[in-house]
DNA sequence: GACAATCAGATTGTCGACAATCTAACAAGA
DNA sequence: TCTTGTTAGATTGTCGACAATCTGATTGTC
């Protein structure tokens, strides 16, 4: 029998395919920071019943891009200066133990794909797409998780790399400028196609701390003038 | 005006409650691993519609201690060998981040901290009382996190406990002894009071790799009779 | 005018019923 | 006997309606 590995079936619930909208608007900043997201609004937006929205909603509270309050509603996480540090810190830990498990299972395959999610960076960097550099460029910093073979490493990343984007999508809205069209990702990637594991996890680190200033101030702009908004949670 | 400190209300919902009572009966290992949520009954048991439970069971499985495949139904994840080691390895990382973190924070309430939980430990100890023991531990253990100042990093840790008090429950309950009656957080408590930050980290890695490798014993036997439970997705 | 009590509107939480899907047993045909 | 088609039962997914709670405005009182 001819051996072929079939992918999973897609998943057709509602509720699945309400999680990813959401997700993907709140990952992009079409929804803000701090708005209430209106249940009834949203279900005739979308044209569901409340049960699977809802359902939505509280695996994004799970992940952590949402908040909940009893009985008054539930809303965009908000941004602060110390979760972006916090977040960070922790991304700088993690990336040097996903490179240590990493670094000796790496393969052809593995540099194929590194190549690969180079490219589509690249492309995305070249089309002036600032939603899909910042996605394309997390999957690339994601191969070294997927690679590490550690589960619980790589959900934890995950988790992590929606409020990195997140907060990405919020920096590049704010300045409303044109991407910057140079490769910031050319050492990294030639790092780890390299032999000196301690220099690509010091690399890691550095370019990290690159854009990391840039978020910071864009951060602490946000400090200021909170309290101010709308509708936020008390 | 006086300043005095409340907590958070609790939360009222049956949601919250129905999450919590999952949790804890995953968490005990009343709730075997592999073992399907049957919606209707539960339901009917704890007298409340699938509504909230639905809800709740949605927040458990981003929580990662369920696991749910559309219209087949939502199990209690598996152990694997594999898990227990994923979930250690990274375990250690954090600690000594954690460490790293919350050492300059030390403080007197820190201290008297640790000592009263320290003093919640050995009195489930005394009572042999298995499951408050793990609960205690693991509490005793995550004073760290609470002081390093790291809102992920807490997070991130919480997620983990949540599999690594499954795991020792599960234990536990499988070679169904008494609790030994021995310290074995005496060494721990007193180099985190001390003043030697590498050796503390040096010793939460030592010491978690004591118990980890009766756990792993344990999660070995479970792999070799897999597949044979009644109702286990596949 | 300041303050507490009351009330209406809006929103979230929960319920019971129906629709969609899966599973397993059974029947039919090669 | 093996495979395929059918069907009944059970379970999950979704819906619309009702109950509980919150918010803000209004009223009444001092």
């Known amino acids: 029998m001819a051996k072929l590995d079939f992918s999973p079936i897609a998943d057709t619930t509602r509720r699945a395919e309400i999680v990813a909208l959401l997700r993907r608007a709140i990952l992009t900043g079409q929804l803000e920071p701090g708005q209430k997201l209106n249940e009834l609004r949203i279900s005739e937006q979308m044209?569901?019943?409340?049960?699977?929205?809802?359902?939505?909603?509280?695996?994004?509270?799970?992940?952590?891009?949402?908040?909940?309050?009893?009985?008054a509603g539930t809303f965009v996480i908000d941004v602060t200066a110390k979760d972006i540090i916090d977040a960070y810190?922790?991304?700088?830990?993690?990336?040097?133990?996903?490179?240590?498990?990493?670094?000796p299972l790496r393969d052809q395959r593995f540099f194929d794909e590194l190549d690969r999610r180079h490219e589509t960076v690249k492309a995305a960097?070249?089309?002036?797409d600032t939603t899909r550099q910042i996605e394309t460029a997390l999957q690339l910093h994601?191969?070294?998780?997927?690679?590490?073979?550690?589960s619980v490493l790589l959900e934890t990343w995950q988790r992590l790399t929606s409020r990195l984007q997140m907060y990405f999508a919020l920096h590049q809205r704010a300045r409303n400028e044109p991407v910057p069209a140079e490769d910031v990702h050319e050492t990294y990637v030639a790092l780890l196609k390299g032999s000196d594991m301690r220099a690509a996890q010091r690399?890691?680190?550095?370019?990290?701390?690159?854009?990391f200033?840039?978020?910071?101030?864009y951060a602490r702009g946000l400090e200021k003038?909170?309290?101010?908004?709308?509708?936020?949670?008390?």
Do not use: C
Request: aromatic share 6%.
């Open 47 to 71: 044209r569901v019943s409340r049960a699977p929205l809802r359902e939505a909603m509280r695996e994004l509270v799970q992940e952590g891009i949402l908040t909940s309050i009893p009985y």
């Open 89 to 103: 810190s922790l991304n700088k830990v993690l990336d040097e133990f996903a490179i240590e498990l990493a670094w």
């Open 125 to 128: 960097t070249r089309a002036l």
């Open 142 to 150: 994601g191969l070294i998780y997927e690679w590490a073979d550690n």
């Open 203 to 211: 690399h890691a680190r550095e370019h990290i701390d690159l854009d």
């Open 213 to 217: 200033e840039e978020l910071l101030a």
């Open 225 to 234: 003038r909170a309290s101010t908004g709308a509708d936020r949670p008390r």
